[in-house]
């Protein structure tokens, strides 16, 4: 992911969280039964869902200062992590 991409992304969680909302569909959505037992589908959610694209997580301790940013890859997935030691994720 790129840089811009990046701070793309954590703008928008950013705008959601001061907004109080979500990203939101225009209506329910319906899943099949098929949507919870089927193993391929499993497989490409947890390829798609967790190494296609980043997880924004990480503990306050983790982040000295205002600005810190930490790539680091767990045993299931890679993840990135960023914020201040007040655990807000924040821009520099």
């Known amino acids: ?34 949507a919870y037992t089927d193993a391929d589908r499993l497989a490409e959610e947890q390829r798609v869902l967790f190494r296609k694209h980043p997880l924004v997580m990480g503990f306050a301790s983790d982040w000295p200062s205002r600005g810190i940013s930490a790539p680091t890859t767990m045993p299931v997935c890679p993840f990135w992590s960023c914020g201040d030691a007040t655990a807000n994720c924040a821009l520099s």
């Open 1 to 34: 992911m790129s840089r811009q991409d990046q701070i793309n992304l954590l703008k928008r969680l950013l705008r959601y969280v001061e907004t109080r909302t979500t990203a939101m569909a225009d209506s329910p959505w319906r899943n099949e039964v098929t």
